[in-house]
C-alpha cells in the first residue's frame, strides 16, 4: 500500500512519509527509547546513528509493530495511525529490513520471497508456481538479481545475495517507507555500491529510507540528513552537507576520538599453528600458513576468496580434502568443532545469530560454554569462580547491560557480539580465529575489542584475523597473507602494509603478488 503519492495533495505541503512524535519504549524500566521524534520525505535517505545500545533498533522496531506498549505518535503519510501489530506495520506500509537476516535458510528464494502469499491456482489448495516463478523474478530485479535460481535454498546462496533477497522481499508489499538496519555489515565493498544504486533507485520512486549504519563514510554517500541518538535520546538532527564526520562521531559518543590504533608492543614467539598444502576442492587450494606466539595474522580478500571457507575447514566444519594441520609443531587431525575447542582452536565466526551465541541464555552461560567442563571438577560446579570470571569478562569488554543474566536475546546487536568475543576469550584459546571481529560494532566498542585482541595475544595466544575493515587490518595485524579465488598470492609484512597495498593486492594487483 503506498500512502504517500497524494496527487493533487503533494502538490500543495509535501507529507512527510513518516513523521514519529515523541516516542519512547521501555523495557522493564529502562527506557531504551526516550521521546524521539524521528521524520522522513518521501525520497529521502535518513540515517540514524549512535553508539551500540543507543536505541536505534528500538526505535525502528517500534515502525516494524515490534511492540504493542510504545507510547507517542506515528503518522504515516500525514495520518496518524497506531502500529501496534507487524501487521498493522505492513499494512500501513511499512517494510523493515532487520540488522540480522530474517529469511528461513532451508527453503527456497522463491518460497521466502513470497512467504505468507503464495499465489494459489484457482479453486484448488495448488501452489500456482508459474505465477510464483514470474512474481519472484520480478520482485528479484528490482534489486538487480535477476540471473538467480529462484530454487535455490537460502543456504546456497551468498550472504549479499541473501541481504538482497530479504530488500526484494520488503519491497513486494509496496512499502511507502523503507527501514533498513545495518544492510551493508555482511556486504563487501562492491556490494555496497550495488546497494546504493538499488537504494537511489528507491528514493527515486518515492519512497522513504531509514537508514541505520556505523559506517560513517556510507551514510555521507547515501544519506540525505542524519539523526543521531545517544543513551535513548535524541542528540540531533541535521542535513548530511552541513555537518562533518568528526561532529558526528562526538555527538555519538560525548567525547572526540582520535585515531586508535597504537602499534602492539608484542614479543612473537615460536610457532603454535601451522597449515600445510591445504585444499577444499572448489574453494581453496594449496594453502600454506603458520602463526606464532603472539602473533596476529590477517589474511585479506575480496569477498568469494574462500576465507571462511577456510576457516571453516580448520575448524573441522568443512572436510579438508587435503593437507595437514599441525599445532605446536605436532601433526594433529581436527574433525569437528567440539575437537578444535578441545585442542584450543577457537573461532568466532560471521555470524553470531546462526552459529555461536545461544540467544536465549544469559549472557553468563553464553561466556562460559566452552569451558564449563574445564572449571567443573567432577559434579562439584564451581559457580562462585565462573561469577567472578564473567563479571570480569563483562567490565573487561563493557557489556552493556552489566548484568550476567541478561538474556543475550534482549541485548543490542553490538553487545551480543562482545558476548561472542567474551565467550572465546574465556576459552583461553592457543589460536583463535576472527571472522569480521567488529562487524555492527561501534567506533567505542571496537575500541574495547581491538585491546581485547591484543590482549589476548599479549598472553601468547596466535590470532588469525580475516576483516573487509581496512584500516581495522593495518592497525592489527603483524602480517597479512594475500588471499584471491581460492589462492595465497602474497604477503605484505607490517612495513609495508597500508589500507592502499592490500587493497590493490586483493584485487591481484601492486608489487606484493606473485
Ligand atoms: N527485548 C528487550 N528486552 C530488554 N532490553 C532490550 C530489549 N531490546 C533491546 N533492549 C535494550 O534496549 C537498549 C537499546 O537497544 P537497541 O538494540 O535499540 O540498540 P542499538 O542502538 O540498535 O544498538 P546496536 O548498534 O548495538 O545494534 C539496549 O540497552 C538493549 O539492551
Ligand atoms: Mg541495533
Redo the contacts with the bound molecule.
Keep these: 500500500m503506498n500512502t504517500n503519492n497524494g496527487g493533487a495533495e503533494a502538490s500543495t505541503v509535501l507529507n512527510h512519509a513518516l513523521e514519529m512524535r515523541h516516542v519512547s519504549k521501555s523495557?522493564?524500566g529502562?527506557l531504551?527509547v526516550d521521546d524521539v521524534s524521528f521524520t522522513a520525505l518521501p525520497g529521502e535517505v535518513h540515517a540514524l546513528v549512535?553508539?551500540?545500545?543507543?536505541?536505534?533498533?528500538?526505535?525502528m522496531r517500534i515502525l516494524a509493530g515490534s511492540f504493542s506498549d510504545y507510547t507517542g505518535e506515528i503518522l504515516i503519510g500525514g495520518r496518524p495511525v497506531a502500529l501496534h501489530s507487524p501487521g498493522a506495520a505492513k499494512e500501513h506500509g511499512i517494510g523493515m529490513v532487520y540488522?540480522e537476516l530474517s529469511l528461513a535458510r532451508p527453503i527456497s528464494v522463491a518460497e521466502n520471497l513470497l512467504a505468507e502469499r503464495l499465489p494459489q491456482i484457482k479453486g484448488t489448495p495448488f501452489v500456482d508456481w508459474k505465477a510464483v516463478e514470474r512474481e519472484a523474478k520480478a520482485l528479484l530485479e528490482r534489486v538487480g538479481l535477476e540471473n538467480l535460481d529462484i530454487y535455490a535454498s537460502i543456504s546456497e546462496i551468498s550472504q549479499c545475495e541473501a541481504q538482497l533477497v530479504e530488500i526484494a522481499k520488503v519491497l513486494g508489499r509496496n512499502p511507502s517507507v523503507l527501514v533498513m538496519?545495518?544492510p551493508t555489515s555482511a556486504l563487501s565493498s562492491a556490494e555496497v555500491t550495488r546497494l546504493f544504486e538499488i537504494i537511489r533507485r528507491l528514493k527515486s520512486q518515492g519512497i522513504a529510507i531509514a537508514y541505520?549504519s556505523?559506517h560513517l563514510q556510507e551514510i555521507f554517500e547515501i544519506a540525505d540528513t542524519i539523526t543521531v541518538?545517544r543513551d535513548?535520546k535524541h542528540v540531533k538532527t541535521c542535513k548530511v552537507s552541513e555537518v562533518s564526520s568528526e561532529t558526528i562521531v562526538e555527538l555519538m559518543v560525548g567525547r572526540s576520538i582520535g585515531e586508535f590504533y597504537s602499534k602492539r608492543e608484542v614479543k612473537i614467539g615460536g610457532e603454535i599453528f601451522r597449515v600445510e598444502r591445504a585444499s577444499r576442492y572448489g574453494f581453496f587450494h594449496d594453502i600454506n600458513l603458520r602463526v606464532c606466539e603472539g602473533e596476529i595474522l590477517g589474511v585479506c580478500g575480496l569477498a568469494g576468496a574462500g576465507r571462511t571457507e577456510l576457516a571453516r575447514s580448520i575448524m573441522g566444519v568443512d572436510p579438508l580434502d587435503g593437507g595437514e594441520i599441525y599445532i605446536n609443531g605436532q601433526k594433529t587431525r581436527i574433525r569437528n568443532m567440539g575437537e578444535a575447542i578441545e585442542k584450543g582452536v577457537v573461532y568466532l565466526t560471521e555470524n553470531r545469530k546462526t552459529d555461536g551465541l545461544a540467544l536465549a541464555l544469559t549472557v553468563s552461560e553464553n561466556s562460559l560454554s566452552t569451558m564449563i567442563s574445564r572449571l567443573s571438577r567432577g559434579i562439584f560446579y564451581r559457580g562462585r569462580k565462573h561469577r567472578n570470571l564473567v563479571v570480569d569478562l563483562i567490565r573487561k569488554l563493557s557489556i552493556?547491560?552489566r548484568m550476567p543474566d541478561a538474556v543475550v536475546?534482549?541485548?543490542?546487536?553490538?553487545?551480543q557480539q562482545k558476548v561472542l568475543m567474551a565467550k572465546w576469550i574465556a576459552a583461553a584459546p592457543k589460536l583463535m580465529i576472527l571472522d569480521e571481529p567488529t562487524r555492527?560494532?561501534?567506533i567505542g566498542a571496537k575500541e574495547i575489542i581491538h585491546k581485547a585482541i591484543s590482549d589476548l595475544t599479549a598472553k601468547g595466544s596466535a590470532v588469525i584475523l580475516f576483516t573487509s575493515d581496512l584500516p581495522e587490518m593495518v592497525g592489527l595485524c603483524d602480517r597479512v597473507m594475500i588471499m584471491r579465488q581460492g589462492h595465497i598470492i602474497g604477503e605484505i609484512d607490517r612495513q609495508n602494509m597500508s589500507e592502499r597495498s592490500l587493497l590493490l593486492a586483493a584485487n591481484g594487483e601492486g608489487e606484493f603478488v606473485a
Excluded: C, R, W
Design positions: 523495557f522493564l529502562t531504551a549512535g553508539e551500540n545500545g543507543a536505541g536505534k533498533s528500538t526505535l540488522q538496519d545495518e541505520i556505523h541518538m535513548g552493556y547491560p536475546n534482549n541485548l543490542s546487536g553490538g553487545n555492527g560494532v561501534d
